[in-house]
């Protein structure tokens, strides 16, 4: 390793383009801004990758840096050194099928007064480092002819270096907007419109039509316009909720809000059909009965949406006022709703409409919460967690490699890291350091200790 790689990365050599500079802002770990530096950035190396995020802004850490460059050379299939494919036995006979080249002609050079000095070769990392000599006698001057053993025919140009590649600016599409939800007062709308809807065609089927003439004019006529008013709420409602489900959803997506919905207004009905039989229970009797679904589980809703309104403005960066008193309240009630369901019958039809109002209540609250937090498309997470989400492994490798998973796991829980394959390396690296220590008969917590510690000082040199 030579002393340009100890050197921090100098920003000033690399020319800012302000696309890369939002779509590094857009993401939000080191590990997704490597990859990023690797793909449209100077390439997958370790010293071009941090000075290229240097000038952005971005500060990293050799060893971390490192350790993401070798996993995107190794998915990619590149070597070690470059971003070729590595030689192989095969194509180095393809290169050169000649195992025996012919020997060159020798080639007369003119010693003149003036020479120009070769330029050096370039440095590289891989270079070993010069080491100081004692001074020795100065070589004698060449002879002025001499055989090279790789000459140049003089008919042939000198190619010109071609100019270094630079990465093209990249339009960086957004990401796509979260869908809208439906408006609570339109779904508040749907929910009664069809309740009234519904009971308004039980009310109508279960009442002998000599009843309904027995009526007043001015009673039929008010009738008629209530009827009015609640099909065009339920049309309003209806259109409106089926807009938000609608709009830049894709077809599975309308697909599970419509099966959500559907097996709601199961539940729904069937709920408040065991309230109708409470009413009854209870002695009610008239139109008054159907009235009773309309009192618990619409209310358990309606706390359910002002919870869901409290909760949409906390992450919009409003004041809102805690939920968990109404969520106490929501549970009370919907409690006292799955009573009334049970008791009334006092045998198992009972459970029937208890289960459909608790998986009517939990399918409202699921559906809001799923509606109130919009979906990340980052690793910063929406709730209050200790660290941020760290790499996921497969079931498969969990049961195979468990030591080695663990560790993994273990060591992306404490430092942060969301790499699957750098935690991983990290793992490998722990694994040998620990076998190291058992090998000299240290003992087996003082070894893991030390382990650990080498993890820290990798991944953290200047601590």
Known sequence: MTTATLAPPDPTTVEVDPVHTAALDALTTITDRVRYACEHGPGPRTDAVRQWLAAYGIETRRPYVSTLVNGYRANQGMSDTGEVPAL?????????????????????????DEQPEPEPMPRHDTDP???????????????????????VPASVATPEPAPEPTSSPVATTPPPDVHRAP????????????????????VTVRTPLSVVQALPGSMILA???????????????????????????????LLLDVASWTVAGIAGFLAAYGQVKFGEWAGMTGFTRFLVP????????VLLLL???????????????????????????????????????GDKLGLV?????????????????????????????????????????????????????????LISLDHSISDAEAGLDLARRWARAYDANRAADVPRRIARRIASQHIDEYLNPGR
């Not at 192989?88 to 003149?112: G, M, N």
């Not at 609570?184 to 009664?192: M, N, Q």
């Not at 909720?241 to 599975?252: C, D, K, N, Q, Y």
């Open 223 to 253: 009738g008629g316009f209530v009827v009015v008013a609640v099909l065009l709420m339920l049309t309003w409602s209806a259109g409106s909720v089926i807009g938000s489900l609608v709009a830049g959803r894709t077809g599975r997506d």
């Open 183 to 202: 408006k609570p007062g339109a779904v508040v709308a749907l929910t009664l419109s069809s309740a009234i809807t519904a009971a308004a065609i039980l």
């Open 353 to 409: 409409f208890g289960a459909a109002t608790v998986v009517g209540l939990i399918l409202w609250w699921v559906k809001l919460q799923d509606d109130a937090a919009p979906d990340t498309w980052d690793d910063a997470p929406q709730s209050k967690r200790l660290s941020r989400r760290t790499s996921k492994y497969r079931l498969l490798r969990w049961i195979i490699l468990f030591p080695q998973t663990r560790r993994a796991w």
């Open 294 to 301: 309309g009192m618990l589980e619409p209310s358990v809703v």
């Open 307 to 345: 919870a869901n309104r409290r909760v949409r403005r906390r992450l919009a960066g409003l004041a809102a006022k805690p939920i968990g008193k109404i969520l106490a309240l929501a549970a009370l009630l919907g409690a006292f709703a799955v009573y009334t369901n049970v008791a009334h019958t």
């Open 88 to 112: 192989t036995d095969d194509a180095l006979t393809d290169l050169d099928p000649d195992p025996e080249p012919a020997e060159p002609d020798p080639v007369e050079v003119v010693a003149t």
């Open 129 to 151: 480092v010069p080491v100081a000599t004692p001074a020795s006698a100065p070589e004698p001057d060449p002879p002025a002819t001499l055989t090279e053993p790789d000459p």
